[in-house]
């Protein structure tokens, strides 16, 4: 039997080609690990964004713009690391980690399953979905509707878990009441309905014609980024062969990948070939296809690859330098004194002793004001208790009894956990 003969003995099912499920399994559970990180990174408490104070969240302590080191660091090691990810490994984000491209995935290969892969032929040009006749039965169609739906608003409770705490967003799943979140049906509405568009219709139209995310990937990668590598001396494998392409869910002819193509380092075509190879006497050696660095030839080309990642590297060290220095200077609590003039009921003699609490618990903070005589201001609270993550004011008034002139004093802040902090003052007295 010669080898184009082995080769049609060799069952080919698109969407299952037997050597391409060895990567596919790692493949998915990078997929799902990353659906599981993006639920219990606000789950755990290790992330979320507080939209009533306009911070950020990092287990039990508030971040502010204004706490810059942490912010800046953090943003700065998160660029360089995708940079770094991008460089290297090309589109591999889109393959390996991407929850668009998951739940495309699986919508695709449920269609098929369900629908025949006919189906899954649409496009921008508006054709009209092709049922498989043996397939066309109600019963197939709305157990697809019902997966999608289920799976939407399954989807849909992800990025709700970043904007509340899972106690309300689980008191709103089981309908019990939820005061503080009025709005959280409407807003888990919107995003079932995006989900559900996505999974039923967009798909991977999204990552071809929509994602800019995409082409920010591709400014990065060059021949020298991990990429399909096709061995040419031995092409007389190929005569009447398209295994790799068949295995190829973006349709991507694997012995002819560019810089610049749609190819996400799945690894499937490769899988395949080798498949293939090991399934067959004829065809000596492992397969044809395999990711390489570098130009046709070169196995390798590291030192191309850290020479243009060492400004990245720098930057990324900058970072987690300055994320450290953030850690390590990051104030619980916060004070600014100010005038209180423009605020109802309040005249040129009153200041605002302005306190916040950045952690989730309650805390004690007391007060005191030096640099004036005690029968020269009113200070209307000096132990201040302050619930969970708020802001409180302590109104500070000054006597008119002051002379005429410029009074200078400071007003110092303590918690009960050692935080100090003090806000010097400058008083302008009109006199009597
Ligand atoms: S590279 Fe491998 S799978 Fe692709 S056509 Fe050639 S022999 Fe077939
Ligand atoms: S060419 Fe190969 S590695 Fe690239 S997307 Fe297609 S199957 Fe995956």
Wanted: charged share 20%.
């Amino acid at each position: 039997m010669n080898a184009q003969e082995q080769l049609k003995n060799i069952s080919i099912r698109e969407e299952h080609v037997p050597g391409a499920q060895s990567v596919r399994v790692w493949r998915r559970a990078s997929q799902y690990l990353v659906i599981l990180l993006l639920v219990l990174i606000p789950v755990t408490g290790l992330f979320r964004i507080d939209p009533m104070a306009g911070a950020f969240r990092l287990l039990d302590y508030q971040v502010w713009f204004s706490d810059i080191f942490i912010v800046m660091g953090f943003w700065l090691m998160v660029a360089t690391g995708l940079i770094f990810m991008y460089s290297w490994a090309g589109s591999v984000f889109c393959g390996w980690v991407c929850p668009q491209n998951t739940i495309s995935e699986w919508a695709n290969t449920l269609t098929a399953k369900l629908l025949g892969r006919r189906a899954l032929m649409m496009d921008v040009t508006g054709l009209k979905m092709q049922v498989a006749r043996r397939k066309d039965a109600w019963m197939n169609k709305i157990l697809l509707a019902i997966a999608f739906i289920l799976v939407s608003m399954l989807f849909a409770i992800i990025p709700l878990l970043y904007f509340f705490p899972p106690d309300v967003i689980w008191s709103f799943l089981i309908l019990q009441p939820v005061p503080d979140a009025e709005n959280l049906l409407w807003i888990y509405s919107v995003c079932i309905l995006v989900v559900l568009v996505d999974a039923s219709v967009m798909r991977h139209l999204v990552c071809k014609y929509m994602c800019i995310y995409r082409i920010w990937q591709h400014s990065f990668k060059t021949r020298d980024t991990l990429h399909i590598a096709y061995d040419e001396s031995r092409s007389d494998h190929c005569l009447n062969c398209t295994y790799c392409e068949d295995s190829c869910f973006l349709d991507i002819d694997p012995r002819q990948t560019l810089v610049f193509d749609s190819c996400i380092n799945c690894g499937d075509c490769v899988a395949a070939c080798d498949h293939l190879h090991s399934k067959s006497k004829k065809m000596k050696g492992p397969g044809l296809l395999s990711f390489a660095f570098g130009e046709s030839g070169e196995k390798s080309n590291l030192g191309s690859l850290l020479s243009r990642t060492k400004t990245a590297g720098a930057v990324t060290l900058v970072g987690a330098f300055c994320f450290v220095l953030g850690i390590f200077s990051y104030e619980p609590y916060s004070m600014v004194v100010d005038r209180a003039q423009l605020m109802p009921g309040m005249t040129a003699q009153d200041y605002r002793i302005n306190i916040a609490n950045k952690r989730y618990q309650p805390t004690q903070l007391h007060l005191v004001v030096e640099g004036m005589p005690a029968s020269m201001y009113r200070l209307e609270q000096t132990d201040v208790v302050i619930e969970n993550a708020e802001r409180k004011d302590v109104m500070l008034h000054f006597s008119q009894d002051l002379e005429k002139g410029l009074h200078r004093l400071t007003v110092h802040a303590e918690s009960d956990d050692g935080w100090k902090k003090s806000f010097k003052v400058v008083y302008f007295s009109e006199g009597k």
